[in-house]
Protein backbone atom coordinates (compact mmCIF):
# COMPACT_ATOMS: atom_id res chain seq x y z
CA UNK A 1 0.00 0.00 0.00
CA UNK A 2 1.08 3.74 -0.33
CA UNK A 3 3.22 4.82 2.62
CA UNK A 4 2.27 8.10 3.96
CA UNK A 5 3.87 10.86 2.47
CA UNK A 6 4.74 9.08 -0.73
CA UNK A 7 3.34 10.18 -3.77
CA UNK A 8 1.48 7.27 -5.56
CA UNK A 9 2.99 7.80 -9.03
CA UNK A 10 6.55 6.34 -7.45
CA UNK A 11 4.62 3.08 -6.24
CA UNK A 12 5.35 0.44 -9.53
CA UNK A 13 3.45 -2.55 -9.53
CA UNK A 14 6.19 -4.63 -8.17
CA UNK A 15 6.33 -2.57 -5.30
CA UNK A 16 2.69 -2.41 -4.94
CA UNK A 17 2.74 -6.21 -4.86
CA UNK A 18 5.47 -6.99 -2.18
CA UNK A 19 4.12 -3.79 -0.12
CA UNK A 20 0.54 -5.74 -0.40
CA UNK A 21 2.55 -9.06 1.10
CA UNK A 22 2.36 -10.55 -1.94
CA UNK A 23 4.45 -14.35 -2.13
CA UNK A 24 7.73 -13.89 -4.41
CA UNK A 25 6.10 -16.24 -6.76
CA UNK A 26 2.97 -14.72 -7.17
CA UNK A 27 4.76 -11.41 -7.55
CA UNK A 28 7.03 -12.76 -9.92
CA UNK A 29 3.99 -14.11 -12.20
CA UNK A 30 2.04 -11.03 -12.14
CA UNK A 31 5.25 -8.84 -13.18
CA UNK A 32 6.18 -11.48 -15.85
CA UNK A 33 2.86 -10.88 -17.16
CA UNK A 34 3.02 -7.23 -16.86
CA UNK A 35 6.12 -7.75 -18.77
CA UNK A 36 4.95 -9.59 -21.86
CA UNK A 37 2.10 -6.92 -22.01
CA UNK A 38 4.60 -4.38 -23.15
CA UNK A 39 5.64 -6.87 -25.98
CA UNK A 40 2.13 -7.32 -27.13
CA UNK A 41 1.15 -3.91 -26.86
CA UNK A 42 4.04 -3.09 -29.32
CA UNK A 43 2.63 -5.76 -31.53
CA UNK A 44 -0.34 -4.05 -31.87
CA UNK A 45 0.56 -0.43 -32.05
CA UNK A 46 3.27 -1.42 -35.22
CA UNK A 47 2.71 -5.12 -36.44
CA UNK A 48 0.65 -5.34 -39.65
CA UNK A 49 -3.48 -5.65 -38.97
CA UNK A 50 -2.19 -10.13 -39.39
CA UNK A 51 -4.61 -12.21 -41.05
CA UNK A 52 -3.19 -15.01 -39.79
CA UNK A 53 -1.42 -16.85 -43.12
CA UNK A 54 -0.57 -13.59 -44.86
CA UNK A 55 2.67 -12.30 -45.73
CA UNK A 56 4.25 -8.90 -44.48
CA UNK A 57 7.03 -6.74 -46.88
CA UNK A 58 9.27 -9.28 -47.06
CA UNK A 59 7.19 -12.23 -47.90
CA UNK A 60 7.54 -13.67 -44.14
CA UNK A 61 4.34 -15.34 -43.04
CA UNK A 62 2.25 -13.07 -40.34
CA UNK A 63 0.53 -13.67 -37.38
CA UNK A 64 -3.06 -13.01 -36.43
CA UNK A 65 -2.30 -10.61 -33.49
CA UNK A 66 -4.51 -12.73 -31.34
CA UNK A 67 -2.03 -15.74 -32.39
CA UNK A 68 0.94 -13.70 -31.98
CA UNK A 69 -0.21 -12.34 -28.46
CA UNK A 70 -1.06 -16.08 -27.41
CA UNK A 71 3.06 -17.24 -28.00
CA UNK A 72 4.10 -13.85 -26.56
CA UNK A 73 2.36 -15.26 -23.25
CA UNK A 74 2.63 -18.39 -22.95
CA UNK A 75 6.59 -17.78 -24.28
CA UNK A 76 6.94 -16.08 -20.87
CA UNK A 77 5.22 -18.05 -18.50
CA UNK A 78 6.75 -21.25 -19.73
CA UNK A 79 9.81 -19.76 -18.74
CA UNK A 80 8.63 -18.20 -15.47
CA UNK A 81 9.64 -21.44 -13.50
CA UNK A 82 6.17 -20.30 -11.43
CA UNK A 83 3.66 -21.87 -13.45
CA UNK A 84 2.30 -25.63 -13.03
CA UNK A 85 -0.59 -25.38 -15.60
CA UNK A 86 -1.67 -22.99 -18.59
CA UNK A 87 -4.68 -22.83 -20.88
CA UNK A 88 -5.37 -20.26 -23.23
CA UNK A 89 -8.85 -19.13 -25.20
CA UNK A 90 -6.37 -19.79 -27.90
CA UNK A 91 -5.54 -23.62 -27.38
CA UNK A 92 -7.52 -26.67 -27.54
CA UNK A 93 -6.30 -28.43 -24.31
CA UNK A 94 -4.64 -27.45 -20.95
CA UNK A 95 -0.76 -27.01 -21.47
CA UNK A 96 0.95 -28.68 -18.07
CA UNK A 97 4.41 -26.82 -17.83
CA UNK A 98 5.61 -28.36 -14.54
CA UNK A 99 4.24 -31.25 -12.92
CA UNK A 100 5.50 -29.65 -9.32
CA UNK A 101 2.36 -28.05 -7.98
CA UNK A 102 3.90 -26.51 -4.98
CA UNK A 103 4.14 -22.83 -4.66
CA UNK A 104 3.25 -23.12 -8.75
CA UNK A 105 0.28 -21.05 -9.93
CA UNK A 106 -1.57 -22.03 -13.36
CA UNK A 107 -2.83 -19.37 -15.42
CA UNK A 108 -5.75 -19.11 -17.37
CA UNK A 109 -5.50 -16.17 -20.20
CA UNK A 110 -7.76 -14.30 -23.15
CA UNK A 111 -4.20 -13.28 -25.06
CA UNK A 112 -6.03 -10.37 -26.63
CA UNK A 113 -9.89 -10.19 -25.94
CA UNK A 114 -11.78 -8.07 -28.65
CA UNK A 115 -8.93 -9.26 -31.56
CA UNK A 116 -11.46 -8.15 -33.87
CA UNK A 117 -11.41 -4.43 -33.01
CA UNK A 118 -7.71 -3.77 -33.55
CA UNK A 119 -8.37 -3.13 -37.75
CA UNK A 120 -10.71 -0.07 -36.55
CA UNK A 121 -8.29 1.09 -33.69
CA UNK A 122 -10.89 0.27 -30.67
CA UNK A 123 -9.34 -0.68 -27.69
CA UNK A 124 -8.58 -4.32 -26.54
CA UNK A 125 -6.69 -6.17 -24.01
CA UNK A 126 -5.31 -9.00 -21.97
CA UNK A 127 -7.64 -11.03 -19.24
CA UNK A 128 -5.59 -13.51 -17.13
CA UNK A 129 -6.76 -15.44 -14.37
CA UNK A 130 -4.45 -17.03 -11.70
CA UNK A 131 -5.08 -20.19 -9.44
CA UNK A 132 -2.90 -21.28 -6.83
CA UNK A 133 -1.33 -24.94 -8.00
CA UNK A 134 -2.38 -27.46 -10.45
CA UNK A 135 -6.07 -27.14 -10.76
CA UNK A 136 -7.25 -24.33 -13.74
CA UNK A 137 -11.33 -26.05 -13.58
CA UNK A 138 -11.90 -24.87 -10.19
CA UNK A 139 -15.02 -22.70 -9.35
CA UNK A 140 -13.63 -18.51 -9.81
CA UNK A 141 -13.74 -18.20 -6.22
CA UNK A 142 -11.14 -19.78 -5.90
CA UNK A 143 -8.68 -17.44 -8.03
CA UNK A 144 -5.44 -16.09 -6.09
CA UNK A 145 -5.28 -13.59 -8.79
CA UNK A 146 -7.17 -12.13 -11.73
CA UNK A 147 -6.21 -8.87 -13.95
CA UNK A 148 -6.36 -7.35 -17.37
CA UNK A 149 -4.17 -5.27 -19.16
CA UNK A 150 -6.49 -2.40 -21.39
CA UNK A 151 -4.49 -1.18 -24.94
CA UNK A 152 -6.60 1.38 -25.38
CA UNK A 153 -4.94 5.23 -25.98
CA UNK A 154 -3.09 4.71 -22.58
CA UNK A 155 -1.73 1.08 -21.61
CA UNK A 156 -3.53 -0.01 -18.07
CA UNK A 157 -3.17 -2.52 -15.72
CA UNK A 158 -5.80 -3.75 -13.16
CA UNK A 159 -5.04 -6.32 -10.62
CA UNK A 160 -6.29 -7.74 -7.39
CA UNK A 161 -4.68 -10.56 -5.41
CA UNK A 162 -8.35 -9.97 -3.19
CA UNK A 163 -7.00 -7.51 -1.66
CA UNK A 164 -9.01 -4.67 -3.65
CA UNK A 165 -8.54 -3.59 -7.47
CA UNK A 166 -5.78 -1.68 -8.21
CA UNK A 167 -5.24 0.23 -11.37
CA UNK A 168 -1.74 1.02 -12.63
CA UNK A 169 -0.49 3.05 -15.82
CA UNK A 170 2.02 2.67 -18.15
CA UNK A 171 4.51 4.92 -18.51
CA UNK A 172 7.03 6.58 -21.03
CA UNK A 173 9.59 4.04 -19.76
CA UNK A 174 6.87 1.50 -20.30
CA UNK A 175 6.92 0.73 -16.41
CA UNK A 176 3.89 0.15 -14.81
CA UNK A 177 2.93 2.67 -11.73
CA UNK A 178 0.11 3.02 -9.81
CA UNK A 179 -2.79 5.05 -10.95
CA UNK A 180 -5.68 4.51 -8.52
CA UNK A 181 -5.74 1.39 -5.44
CA UNK A 182 -8.63 -0.12 -4.14
CA UNK A 183 -11.28 1.29 -6.63
CA UNK A 184 -14.80 0.53 -5.45
CA UNK A 185 -18.07 0.77 -7.76
CA UNK A 186 -21.70 2.28 -6.37
CA UNK A 187 -24.51 -0.37 -5.55
CA UNK A 188 -26.84 1.26 -8.81
CA UNK A 189 -25.39 2.77 -11.58
CA UNK A 190 -26.59 5.05 -14.51
CA UNK A 191 -25.30 3.08 -17.62
CA UNK A 192 -25.51 -0.10 -19.63
CA UNK A 193 -22.77 -2.07 -21.57
CA UNK A 194 -25.46 -4.57 -23.22
CA UNK A 195 -23.96 -7.49 -25.52
CA UNK A 196 -25.87 -9.39 -27.98
CA UNK A 197 -27.99 -8.94 -30.60
CA UNK A 198 -31.68 -7.35 -29.20
CA UNK A 199 -33.68 -9.12 -30.93
CA UNK A 200 -32.74 -12.64 -29.89
CA UNK A 201 -32.97 -11.27 -26.09
CA UNK A 202 -35.16 -13.49 -23.98
CA UNK A 203 -38.23 -11.68 -22.60
CA UNK A 204 -36.55 -11.19 -19.22
CA UNK A 205 -33.66 -9.77 -20.71
CA UNK A 206 -35.47 -7.47 -23.13
CA UNK A 207 -37.54 -6.54 -19.92
CA UNK A 208 -34.55 -5.59 -17.99
CA UNK A 209 -33.35 -3.64 -20.66
CA UNK A 210 -36.57 -1.72 -21.13
CA UNK A 211 -36.38 -1.15 -17.21
CA UNK A 212 -32.94 0.90 -17.66
CA UNK A 213 -34.19 2.72 -20.23
CA UNK A 214 -37.12 3.82 -18.78
CA UNK A 215 -34.56 4.99 -15.81
CA UNK A 216 -32.54 6.72 -18.27
CA UNK A 217 -29.59 5.08 -17.87
CA UNK A 218 -26.92 5.57 -20.59
CA UNK A 219 -25.88 3.09 -23.60
CA UNK A 220 -21.99 3.13 -23.06
CA UNK A 221 -21.04 -0.22 -25.01
CA UNK A 222 -17.68 -0.57 -27.55
CA UNK A 223 -18.01 -4.04 -28.07
CA UNK A 224 -14.52 -4.77 -26.62
CA UNK A 225 -15.00 -6.51 -23.04
CA UNK A 226 -12.07 -5.49 -21.60
CA UNK A 227 -12.85 -2.01 -22.33
CA UNK A 228 -15.91 -2.35 -21.24
CA UNK A 229 -15.74 -3.82 -17.86
CA UNK A 230 -12.71 -1.30 -17.48
CA UNK A 231 -15.94 1.72 -17.90
CA UNK A 232 -18.33 -0.02 -15.12
CA UNK A 233 -14.87 0.11 -12.69
CA UNK A 234 -13.50 2.80 -13.22
CA UNK A 235 -16.36 5.70 -14.14
CA UNK A 236 -17.69 3.31 -10.70
CA UNK A 237 -20.96 2.41 -11.88
CA UNK A 238 -22.52 0.94 -14.28
CA UNK A 239 -23.62 -2.68 -15.93
CA UNK A 240 -22.27 -5.13 -18.83
CA UNK A 241 -24.08 -7.77 -19.88
CA UNK A 242 -23.63 -10.84 -22.58
CA UNK A 243 -26.83 -12.32 -21.84
CA UNK A 244 -28.07 -15.57 -23.17
CA UNK A 245 -30.25 -15.35 -26.40
CA UNK A 246 -32.44 -17.05 -27.92
CA UNK A 247 -30.64 -19.04 -30.22
CA UNK A 248 -27.49 -19.07 -28.10
CA UNK A 249 -28.78 -20.33 -24.19
CA UNK A 250 -25.13 -19.91 -22.83
CA UNK A 251 -24.22 -16.49 -24.56
CA UNK A 252 -21.03 -15.71 -26.13
CA UNK A 253 -18.29 -14.93 -23.15
CA UNK A 254 -16.15 -17.99 -21.83
CA UNK A 255 -15.73 -18.73 -18.37
CA UNK A 256 -12.17 -19.28 -17.62
CA UNK A 257 -11.21 -17.02 -20.14
CA UNK A 258 -12.99 -13.63 -19.32
CA UNK A 259 -15.96 -14.31 -16.90
CA UNK A 260 -14.02 -15.82 -14.29
CA UNK A 261 -10.98 -12.73 -13.72
CA UNK A 262 -13.41 -9.87 -14.22
CA UNK A 263 -15.92 -11.48 -12.11
CA UNK A 264 -13.29 -11.84 -9.28
CA UNK A 265 -12.42 -7.75 -10.08
CA UNK A 266 -15.47 -6.62 -10.00
CA UNK A 267 -16.76 -8.10 -6.78
CA UNK A 268 -13.23 -7.30 -5.29
CA UNK A 269 -14.48 -3.68 -5.76
CA UNK A 270 -17.80 -4.33 -3.96
CA UNK A 271 -19.81 -5.01 -7.75
CA UNK A 272 -21.41 -8.58 -8.79
CA UNK A 273 -21.80 -10.81 -11.19
CA UNK A 274 -24.10 -13.39 -11.85
CA UNK A 275 -25.62 -15.46 -15.19
CA UNK A 276 -29.02 -14.33 -13.90
CA UNK A 277 -29.34 -17.54 -11.90
CA UNK A 278 -26.11 -17.75 -9.81
CA UNK A 279 -22.85 -15.81 -8.74
CA UNK A 280 -20.07 -16.37 -11.93
CA UNK A 281 -17.69 -17.03 -9.19
CA UNK A 282 -19.65 -20.30 -8.24
CA UNK A 283 -20.12 -21.93 -11.88
CA UNK A 284 -18.24 -25.29 -12.31
CA UNK A 285 -16.62 -25.06 -15.58
CA UNK A 286 -17.11 -29.13 -17.11
CA UNK A 287 -14.84 -28.09 -19.97
CA UNK A 288 -12.28 -25.34 -20.67
CA UNK A 289 -14.15 -23.25 -23.41
CA UNK A 290 -17.47 -23.04 -21.58
CA UNK A 291 -19.37 -20.34 -22.04
CA UNK A 292 -21.99 -18.55 -19.41
CA UNK A 293 -24.27 -15.95 -19.50
CA UNK A 294 -23.16 -12.80 -17.63
CA UNK A 295 -24.92 -9.49 -16.12
CA UNK A 296 -21.43 -7.83 -14.00
CA UNK A 297 -20.88 -4.38 -12.45
CA UNK A 298 -23.40 -2.54 -9.87
CA UNK A 299 -25.17 -5.15 -7.01
CA UNK A 300 -28.69 -3.62 -7.30
CA UNK A 301 -28.75 -3.61 -10.98
CA UNK A 302 -27.43 -7.30 -11.63
CA UNK A 303 -29.75 -8.35 -8.56
CA UNK A 304 -32.76 -6.61 -10.91
CA UNK A 305 -31.47 -8.18 -13.69
CA UNK A 306 -31.89 -11.80 -11.96
CA UNK A 307 -35.10 -11.08 -11.22
CA UNK A 308 -36.04 -10.15 -14.14
CA UNK A 309 -34.97 -13.00 -15.92
CA UNK A 310 -36.19 -15.45 -12.91
CA UNK A 311 -39.87 -13.80 -13.00
CA UNK A 312 -39.80 -13.58 -17.07
CA UNK A 313 -37.37 -16.66 -18.37
CA UNK A 314 -38.20 -20.04 -17.47
CA UNK A 315 -34.64 -22.27 -18.06
CA UNK A 316 -31.37 -22.31 -15.96
CA UNK A 317 -28.29 -22.18 -18.64
CA UNK A 318 -27.11 -25.52 -18.76
CA UNK A 319 -23.84 -26.78 -20.43
CA UNK A 320 -23.45 -27.31 -23.73
CA UNK A 321 -23.77 -30.81 -24.75
CA UNK A 322 -20.86 -30.26 -27.37
CA UNK A 323 -18.69 -27.52 -27.21
CA UNK A 324 -17.38 -25.66 -30.47
CA UNK A 325 -13.78 -24.53 -30.43
CA UNK A 326 -13.54 -20.97 -31.36
CA UNK A 327 -11.08 -20.70 -34.55
CA UNK A 328 -7.00 -19.54 -33.49
CA UNK A 329 -7.80 -16.58 -36.59
CA UNK A 330 -9.57 -12.99 -35.17
CA UNK A 331 -13.37 -13.41 -34.97
P1 LIG B 1 -12.51 -12.37 -28.44
O1 LIG B 1 -11.98 -11.29 -29.34
O2 LIG B 1 -11.51 -12.78 -27.40
O3 LIG B 1 -13.08 -13.53 -29.18
O4 LIG B 1 -13.74 -11.77 -27.57
C1 LIG B 1 -14.56 -10.73 -28.03
C2 LIG B 1 -15.71 -10.55 -27.08
C3 LIG B 1 -15.70 -9.33 -26.19
O5 LIG B 1 -14.61 -8.50 -26.30
C4 LIG B 1 -16.97 -8.61 -26.50
O6 LIG B 1 -17.60 -8.23 -25.31
C5 LIG B 1 -17.78 -9.57 -27.28
O7 LIG B 1 -16.90 -10.53 -27.80
C6 LIG B 1 -18.50 -8.91 -28.43
O8 LIG B 1 -19.30 -9.83 -29.04
P2 LIG B 1 -20.04 -9.65 -30.46
O9 LIG B 1 -19.08 -10.24 -31.44
O10 LIG B 1 -21.30 -10.42 -30.32
O11 LIG B 1 -20.26 -8.19 -30.67
MN1 LIG C 1 -12.21 -12.82 -25.57
MN1 LIG D 1 -9.30 -13.50 -27.56
Redesign the pocket.
Given at each position: MAEPGKTKFQIDLRRHLRETGVNDNLTHLICEIAEASKYIINSIRTGDLGVAGTSNLYGEQQLAL?VLADRILRKRLDHSQVVANMMS?EMDEIIPISPDCDGKYSVAF?P??????VDVNLA?GTIISIFEGCDLLLPGRHQAAAMYILYGPRTTLVYSVGDGVHEFGMNNLMEYTLLRESITIESKGNLYSP???RNLYTPGVEAFVSNLEERGVKLRYS????P?INQVLLKGNGIFF?PHLQNQPNG??RLL??LNPMAFLIEQAGGAASNGYQRILDLQAEQIHDRAPVFIGCKEDVALAEEFIRTLDNAQPQPEAKKTR?RAS??
Open positions: DEDLDGSSLVGGQGGFVDYKLFEKAS
